[in-house]
């Protein structure tokens, strides 16, 4: 989630109230106060209201929430004299350009760090780190229109934000900070985007760095926005907060055409909403008219049509209202949270352990009592782990991962026992013995199961230790078993037994390889047991259950 710094002067000047009112009843709105400071307060809202991530958002949802001024905001767009041009060359690399001109500015300290905030959010929030939108700012008196967006060689050069010297694209990927963080976005392509102006300027190289030429500043009067990505969406509601944010103090907003299209769209999008379901859906008796007025003090505009239906106006910048009961909650929300009255839902139902959770449970308590310690192994792991390090042959049930992001995590256990020895080996400094455990699930072809590892190393580990644990733990789970020779090339020959339970393979236990103990670098014997938690009565269903 975004925390947002507000300092208390620029949100008292934005509010047109005190900030010990606004601070208040800023949690009503849906944020959580992290901490208080003298002149400011960091503040934490969900991603799903990405319009609250600036001081100016904020302060116009107070505005309307403390009824200073309610209703649809009106941001007016002047008529474009900016054009933005696009090259085909982008429909397979970031095709999808959004632009506006902000002018009259009158930026100081806490409005530009305001600014840069919402910026990064932004990247954040909507735009999943820069890879479905990124956003530039621009100083507009430093460059000229009209602009395009072009696919360039990769070895064209600028000077990138932060330095003082040229660099080429791809030195930028190499070397600059933001290059190396954002590089997978972009390097695979043979060009990359550019924004130019018309004298062959570099304005940005999205998603990566803007230019230093057009560096924003306190004196800046006139800035270019340019949002990028691939999302059009995504592109539309970036461009309309960022541009609503800043009409919020004062700013202009200016129309830009791009490839004849009109930029910014910051008209509202017209619902209508039931007030009968939204009474049934809030537990209210409210007339149209008041849940209306509800909604006013979130800044939509409604009117109580005919029957009891209302037409609401939602704002350009509330990206979150998909559905009418999205309308519905801010009606909640204004109507206060505190003001509902408390009562046991007509759907309540006693819940239940559930008997895997009942059985893993009995196993913890058991295991601990036995003097093992656990531990929480990775679900995913790889098969020279699995498989060639354990002596023991690929299974083909193994759920293979399709695009894994390292060789370590190629798939999902379906053993525990070789995470535990993982585990000893990265623990191998630490004093002996050590005896740990672990339970959960392994996954076995389209099927989840549940298994329990112990291992134990100290000098002394042997087959008998290993009998003992496996005998322990099978009569107090009321496991029926009998342990016969194993050929599981994990264990030492003569040294190892499989646990039957009912005339099945439940389990094996023994004391580990000297081949597989040099496979995980460990110097001393290890008694190792692992069964399966299907055989222990009450399970729920039989294997193979999805």
């Known amino acids: 989630m975004a925390i947002i710094t507000l300092p208390y002067r620029y949100l008292e000047s934005l509010v047109g109230t005190d900030v010990r009112t606004i601070m208040s009843r800023l949690p009503m709105i849906g944020s959580d106060i992290e901490r208080v400071e003298e002149d400011h307060a960091d503040v934490e809202f969900f991603p799903d209201r990405p319009d609250l991530f600036s001081v100016e958002g904020v302060a116009r949802a107070m505005r309307g929430f403390l009824g200073i001024e309610t209703g649809l905001p009106d941001y007016r767009v002047a008529p474009s004299r900016t054009t933005f041009s696009i090259d085909p060359g982008l429909a397979t690399i970031r095709p999808y350009l959004g632009s506006a001109v902000i002018r009259n500015l009158r930026f100081d300290e806490e409005s530009i760090t305001s600014l840069m905030g919402l910026q990064e959010a932004l990247h954040w929030a909507v735009g999943r780190g820069r890879s479905k939108v990124a956003i530039g700012v621009h100083d507009l008196d430093k460059v000229k229109a009209p602009f395009r967006y072009i696919a360039a060689p990769r070895d064209l050069s600028f000077v990138p934000l932060d330095y003082d010297r040229e660099m080429t694209m791809d030195e930028i990927l190499a070397e600059h900070p933001k290059g190396k963080a954002y590089a997978h976005i972009v390097q695979d ?27 924003v500043t306190e004196g800046t009067r006139n800035i270019l926005l340019d949002t990028t990505g691939t999302d059009p969406k995504a592109v539309k509601i970036a461009v309309a907060i960022i541009c609503t944010a800043l009409a919020e103090n004062g700013a202009l907003i200016e129309g830009v055409t791009i490839e004849g299209t009109a930029w910014p769209d910051l008209r509202p999008a017209e619902r209508s909403v039931s007030a009968t379901e939204c009474n049934r859906l809030l537990g209210l008796s409210l007339p149209p008219e008041e849940i209306a007025a509800l909604l006013e003090k979130m800044r939509f505009s409604a009117v109580a049509g005919e029957g009891d239906r209302i037409r609401v106006g939602v704002p350009c910048y509330r990206a979150d209202i998909m559905h009418d009961w999205d309308v519905f909650e801010d009606a909640a929300i204004a109507y206060g949270y505190e003001h509902f009255d408390a009562r046991i839902s007509s759907t309540f139902a006693i819940g239940k352990e559930h008997p895997v959770q009942a059985i893993t449970g009995a196993i913890r308590e058991l295991a601990s009592g036995l003097g093992y310690i656990e531990v929480l192994p990775f679900t995913l792991t790889n098969e020279r782990t699995l498989y060639t390090r354990m002596q023991r042959p690929v299974q083909e049930c193994a759920l293979k991962i399709l695009y894994p992001i390292s060789e370590d995590h190629t798939l999902v256990r379906t053993s525990i026992l070789p995470l535990l020895l993982e585990t000893l080996q990265a623990n191998r400094h630490r004093e002996l013995p050590q005896r740990i455990f672990a339970v959960g699930d392994v996954v076995e072809g389209m099927y989840t199961v549940q298994k329990l590892a112990c291992v134990s190393t100290h000098p002394g580990a042997d087959f008998s230790e290993a009998y003992a644990t496996a005998d322990a733990l099978c009569r107090e789970l009321s496991v029926p078993y009998v342990a016969e020779g194993s050929e599981d090339g994990a264990f030492i020959e003569g040294r190892r037994g499989d646990i039957l339970s009912h005339g099945k393979f439940s389990g094996v236990f023994g004391e580990i390889h000297p081949a597989v103990l040099n496979a995980f670098e460990l110097e001393h014997p290890v008694a190792a047991v692992e069964l399966d938690l ?7 269903g039989a294997r193979g259950t999805p």
Do not use: H, K, M
């Open 534 to 540: 299907t055989a222990v009565p009450g399970y729920p």
């Open 189 to 215: 392509f043979p060009r990359f985007p550019l924004i130019v102006d018309a004298e062959d300027q570099v304005l940005s190289f999205p998603p990566i760095i803007n230019g230093e030429l057009t560096r």
